[in-house]
């Protein structure tokens, strides 16, 4: 999947001009990648799509103009995008209650080395960017995390198709294993296709 580019950015006023329509289109879309992970988490899968927003969102938000610092923004915000035979997804840990959720998020230090992708026999460990934080004593409220495809599994993916029922090899899940917080997540048949569409980008 191609990085966003400079080119794709629209200056304020333009964003503004397209926003309403642009944020509903991809409101939509979310709505098929996000996965409910138990009780506690949800995962949003990231396309070119959602992260143009989350770019073009930020820019309003802050009022950032300066062509250094838009760089700065498609630049970190790039790192969602997957590559080549990769998936992406941001991890959310969703609890209301303050001090219910400060007690799970040190309960559950590690966690993102506990999620899986799990397609037909397939376990695909999650990986995320080093924080540089090994010595804290909880894990962080977001996780943004990548899993890297077996080639077998991609293939699969791409092979899915709205017209075709999805095989056994392609019963999709996102799976935590961490000893605080254990659950599996079956993804819809619309988030596969979604999956599939972005491997075939």
């Given at each position: 999947m191609k990085p966003i580019q400079r080119n794709e950015i629209l200056d304020l006023a333009s964003y503004e001009a397209v926003r309403e329509h642009f944020r509903a289109r991809v409101i939509q879309e979310k709505k098929r990648r996000r996965v409910q992970v138990g009780p506690k988490a949800s995962a949003l899968f990231e396309n070119r799509d959602t992260v143009l927003l989350q770019i073009q969102e930020m820019l309003r938000t802050e009022r950032i103009t300066r062509g250094a610092a838009i760089e700065h923004e498609i630049e970190t915000y790039n790192d969602f995008i997957p590559a080549s035979d990769e998936l992406s997804c941001t991890l959310m840990i969703e609890i209301p209650d303050p001090a219910e959720r400060d007690a799970f998020l040190v309960a559950a230090r590690g966690f993102e080395k506990h999620v899986w992708l799990t397609a037909g026999p397939h376990?695909?460990?999650?990986?995320?960017?080093?924080?540089?934080?090994?010595?804290?004593?909880?894990?962080?409220?977001?996780?943004?995390?990548?899993?890297?495809?077996?080639?077998?599994?991609?293939?699969?993916?791409?092979?899915?198709?709205?017209?075709?029922a999805p095989g056994a090899g392609a019963e999709v899940g996102l799976e935590v294993t961490h000893p605080a917080y254990s659950v599996r997540a079956p993804l819809g048949r619309e988030a596969i296709l979604e999956l599939g569409a972005d491997l075939n980008e």
């Open positions: 376990r695909v460990r999650a990986h995320g960017k080093e924080r540089g934080d090994e010595g804290a004593d909880r894990t962080t409220a977001v996780h943004y995390l990548k899993f890297a495809l077996p080639r077998s599994v991609a293939d699969e993916l791409r092979a899915v198709k709205p017209e075709r």
